[in-house]
């Protein structure tokens, strides 16, 4: 059976090095986003057309938002708190990550308000990484040991499964997660990319999996239930690295792309900029940290 591609259209020429970790805030109707290598946190409000950034100082893999209307922040080797505008950043309790061969890459906050953060080594060859979760109390735990480039991650309705992506292996895992701990167990397998690697991912309101390729100028909609392919999204650029329900019927993909070690003639139309398509599908909302202790 043919599988439906459809075209994405440019939304933001925001000219990322790295850009990486859409999250849409549906109180706002804006587009947030980093770029890693460019150590900005992005701003972009559809329907004015209104982009404004903020310079972290440092590496910043991911950004997520608190319920009072800030954001957090995986940023390098350590947690950061504050405002939209990126004036009051601070470090959000004391977690400090203990290994220069690695930094915060995708982040994302489960349903229960639990900040999972990932690691990745430096040169995206060796398991020296980590998938942290971090407690609105500060504490953090360590999820997964053993990981090259932690990367996507998404939910079911039931915050009972963690669907997960470490790049390097080019598999889609699922977990078991226990909704009280957010431990997980029973890692199996439920897709595989061949053709690039499953980078960031959402999920719809069917359950099936929206996945960002790394080299493969496409985003995958994947049926986890059977591994399936059931629709693709072409973009003119190659580097393809996460994607987010938005708009304001959260019917809306938003796909961010890289430029980064792009030689120009390889690197398609666009490169780091960010994209959107119709996707015939919702998504979910995204689920804010609550925050619970001081952040000095």
Known sequence: MAVAVIEAHLALPAGAALGEGPVWDERADELLFVDIEGHRVH?????????????????????????????????????????RDGASLRPFGTFRVDDDRV???????????????????????????????????????TALSD??????????????????????????????VEPGSGSLSRRRSVAMVSDGFPDGMAIDDEGMLWVAVWGGYRVDRVDPSSGRLLGRVRLPTKQV???????????????????????????????GDVFVVDAGVSGPASSRFAPSVPSD
């Open 43 to 83: 701003t972009f409000e559809p329907a004015s057309g209104a982009h404004r950034w903020f310079d972290v100082g440092r590496s910043v893999g991911a950004v997520v938002l608190c319920e009072d209307g800030s954001l957090l922040l995986a940023a390098d080797q350590m947690f950061l708190a504050g405002s």
């Open 103 to 141: 930094r915060f890459n995708d982040g994302k906050v489960d349903p229960f308000g639990r900040f999972y953060a990932g690691t990745m080594h430096s040169g995206e060859r060796e398991a020296h990484g980590r998938l942290y979760v971090l407690e609105g109390d500060g504490a953090v735990r």
């Open 147 to 176: 990981v090259t480039v932690s990367n996507g991650l998404a939910w079911d309705p039931s915050g009972t499964v963690l669907y997960y992506v470490d790049s390097p292996t080019r598999s889609i895992d699922a977990f078991d």
């Open 241 to 271: 690295t996460s994607v987010a329900f938005g708009g304001p019927s959260l019917a809306q993909l938003y796909i961010t792309t890289a430029s980064t070690g792009l030689d120009p003639a390889d690197a398609g139309a666009h490169a």
